[in-house]
Nanobody
Framework: QVQFVESGGGLVQPGGSLRLSCAASGIIFSISKMGWYRQAPGKPRELVATITSNYITNSADSVKGRFTISRDNAKNTVYLEMNSLKPEDTAVYYC?????????????WGQGTQVTVSS
């Protein structure tokens, strides 16, 4: 059974930092391309950052230079280090595996973790 458990969100002031974690189970994590997604109220879910099985990373222009994705295969966990946070980063953040064509690999989603950036 595929399962993703996200954690680490919270309320932070603009310019602050957070580190999100996502523990995956039921997948062969070490060979999976992983991604962080976010969904703001009234907006579709968007892909924020990805990391391949050989640690090649990519990120959306809106977060480039501020967010860093990493992974620990021994812990089946993917991380998202978020710095210089802005109010527009407010969203629920999710992780999932990413297909070669860029689509989401699994239909199963975790509960997500809420990130709120506000003064």
């Amino acid at each position: 059974q595929v399962q993703f458990v996200e954690s680490g969100g919270g309320l932070v002031q603009p310019g602050g930092s957070l580190r999100l974690s996502c523990a995956a189970s039921g997948i062969i994590f070490s060979i999976s391309k992983m991604g962080w997604y976010r969904q703001a109220p009234g907006k579709p879910r968007e892909l924020v950052a990805t990391i391949t099985s050989n640690y090649i990373t990519n990120s959306a222009d809106s977060v480039k230079g501020r967010f860093t994705i990493s992974r620990d295969n021994a812990k089946n966990t993917v991380y998202l280090e978020m710095n210089s946070l802005k109010p527009e980063d407010t969203a629920v953040y999710y992780c999932n595996a990413v297909r070669a064509d860029g689509g989401t690999r699994y239909n199963s989603w975790g509960q997500g973790t809420q990130v709120t950036v506000s003064s």
